[in-house]
C-alpha cells in the first residue's frame, strides 16, 4: 500500500535535527573509542564489509593492470635486449672472424719472414693485388712498385716457394710473371741427385723440367728447387714435386713438375732484390 | 529508479575513491566525490531522501577513511539537506546551477567538518582555507563535467511543479 503524501512532511526539519543528533552520537562515541584503542565500531565494520568488494575488486583490478603493465614492460625489455644480444654476437662473431683471419695472416706471415730471413739479399714484401692465372699468361699483380725499389727480373716467391719474376713495373704496383707462364724459364736442381735442369711453364698448372738426360736418375716425388745459375732466381727456393718422370723420344726426359705453389691463394708475396748479371758480362766474348 | 541511481553513484564514488586512494593517496584532497553525488542527488528537491542519501554517502566515505566514524555522515547530510532544501524552493536546471550548488556544498562541508573537528577531537585543520579553496574549485570543475555527461546520457526525473521557477 503506498504511504500518502501527507504523511511524509516536506520539510523534515525534526527528522534532520534528529539524524544530526543521532550521527553526533555516533561520532562521540567513534572518538571515544578511538582514545581506547579501539579504531573501528562494530557499525563502521558493518558498513565496511557490505561496500567492501568495491575496493577489493578495484585493488584486484589495479593490481591486475599492474600486473600487465609491468609484464608488457619485462617483455618489451626482453625483446630490447634480445635484439642487443643478437648484434652482440654478430658483432663477436665479426670480430672472431677477424682474429681467425688475423691468426691465418700471423702464421703465414711468420712463414714468410722466417723464409725471406734466409735469403741474403734485400727483400720486399708484397701483396697480390690480381690474379690473372686463367689465361695461357700467368702473372699476377702486385702492390709494390719501382718507389719501393723493385725491378724488372727480381724473384717473387712465398713461403711455399718460387711464385715467378718481376716482368714490369709501375711507381705503385708491378706485375710478376708466374713460373708456369708458358714463356717462364728457370733454372732448377733436383734436390735429390743434384742434376740440373731448365724449368718451363706449360702454360696450364703445372711446368715441365727440361733438358735433363735419359739416363739421369729421376723418379716423381722428388723436389725441384732452383739452381741460382739463370742471374735471376736465387739459389735454394723451392719450385715444385716431380709428378712424372718419362723417358722421351729423343735424349732427354720428359718431365713434369707440380709447382710447390698454389697460385690461386697467392697473397702476401717476397720480392728478391737479386743481384743482376750486367748485360755486357753475358754479352762478353774473348 | 532515483534511489537505484544513487546507489550506483555511491559504487561509482567508493570506486573513485578507492582508485584514487590506491594511485594518487592526496587526490582526495583535491575533490570529493560524495560531494558530487550528494548535490547530483539533492537537486530533486526531496528533502528526506537528501537526508537519507547524505548519511549513507558519508558513512561509505566515515567507512574508508581515517576520519571519525559519522564525521562525514553528518556534513554530508547538512550540505544534502540544504541544497535540497533551496531545491524545493526555487528551480535549479543546468550545468551552471549544479556548479554553484556543488560550490555552496564543497564550503558547508569543509566548515562543518572543521567545526566538528574543532569540537571533537580539539584540534584544528592545517591550512584549512588554502585546502577548502582548492577542492572547491576541482570538485566544481569536475561535478560540472559529470552533470554535463550525465545530462547527455541520462534523463533527468521532473522536479516538483510546486517550486517557482528562477532565472538560473
Known amino acids: 500500500m503506498a504511504v500518502p503524501v501527507d504523511v511524509i512532511p516536506r520539510r523534515p526539519t525534526l527528522l534532520f535535527i534528529v539524524v544530526l543528533s543521532l550521527l553526533f552520537i555516533l561520532m562521540s562515541l567513534s572518538s571515544r573509542t578511538r582514545y581506547l584503542g579501539e579504531t573501528r565500531t562494530m557499525f563502521e565494520r558493518t558498513v565496511m564489509t557490505i561496500f567492501s568488494p568495491v575496493p577489493r575488486a578495484v585493488n584486484w583490478i589495479g593490481q591486475s593492470a599492474s600486473d600487465m603493465y609491468h609484464g608488457y614492460l619485462d617483455m618489451r625489455h626482453s625483446v630490447d635486449e634480445n635484439v642487443q644480444l643478437h648484434q652482440k654476437v654478430i658483432q663477436l662473431t665479426t670480430e672472431n672472424l677477424k682474429l681467425r683471419q688475423s691468426e691465418g695472416d700471423l702464421k703465414r706471415l711468420r712463414g714468410l719472414l722466417g723464409y725471406s730471413e734466409q735469403f741474403t739479399m734485400p727483400t720486399t714484401m708484397a701483396q697480390a693485388v690480381m690474379l690473372d692465372t686463367s689465361s695461357r699468361f700467368k702473372s699476377i699483380i702486385i702492390d709494390r712498385g719501382s718507389s719501393a725499389g723493385i725491378q724488372v727480373n727480381d724473384a717473387v716467391a712465398n713461403a711455399s716457394g718460387l711464385i715467378g719474376r718481376v716482368i714490369l713495373t709501375t711507381k705503385d704496383l708491378s706485375k710478376v710473371q708466374l713460373i708456369t707462364d708458358s714463356n717462364a724459364a728457370v733454372g732448377v736442381l733436383i734436390e735429390r741427385t743434384r742434376r740440373q735442369g731448365v724449368l718451363r711453364g706449360d702454360g696450364g698448372a703445372g711446368a715441365q723440367l727440361l733438358d735433363i738426360p735419359s739416363l739421369a736418375d729421376v723418379q716423381p716425388g722428388d723436389n725441384v728447387q732452383t739452381a741460382g745459375i739463370d742471374g735471376i732466381y736465387p739459389k735454394g727456393i723451392p719450385v715444385g714435386t716431380i709428378v712424372k718422370a718419362e723417358k722421351g723420344q729423343e735424349l732427354f726426359k720428359n718431365i713434369a713438375v707440380r709447382p710447390s705453389v698454389d697460385f690461386s691463394g697467392i697473397e702476401e708475396v717476397i720480392i728478391l732484390h737479386t743481384r743482376k748479371i750486367p748485360g755486357e758480362v753475358v754479352r762478353y766474348t774473348p | ?168
Not at chain 2, 544534502?80 to 546551477?97: E, F, I
Open chain 2, 1 to 168: 529508479m532515483r534511489w537505484l541511481r544513487f546507489l550506483i553513484g555511491l559504487l561509482i564514488a567508493l570506486t573513485l575513491h578507492s582508485l584514487l586512494d590506491s594511485f594518487f593517496p592526496n587526490a582526495l584532497a583535491f575533490f570529493n566525490p560524495y560531494v558530487i553525488l550528494i548535490v547530483y542527488y539533492s537537486m530533486g528537491g526531496n528533502l528526506v531522501g537528501a537526508i537519507f542519501a547524505g548519511i549513507a554517502a558519508g558513512l561509505v566515505q566515515d567507512a574508508y577513511s581515517g576520519a571519525i566514524f559519522g564525521l562525514h555522515a553528518f556534513s554530508l547530510t547538512v550540505c544534502a539537506y540544504a541544497v535540497a532544501y533551496v531545491n524545493s524552493r526555487l528551480v535549479l536546471r543546468g550545468t551552471l546551477a549544479f556548479g554553484a550548488c556543488l560550490i555552496g556544498a564543497v564550503i558547508i562541508n569543509e566548515l562543518v567538518i572543521f567545526v566538528l573537528v574543532n569540537i571533537l577531537l580539539k584540534q584544528r585543520i592545517e591550512m584549512f582555507e588554502q585546502g577548502m579553496v582548492v577542492k572547491t574549485i576541482f570538485t566544481c570543475l569536475f561535478g560540472m563535467l559529470v552533470y554535463q555527461l550525465l545530462t547527455l546520457f541520462l534523463r533527468e526525473e521532473p522536479i516538483d511543479a510546486t517550486r517557482r521557477q528562477t532565472a538560473w
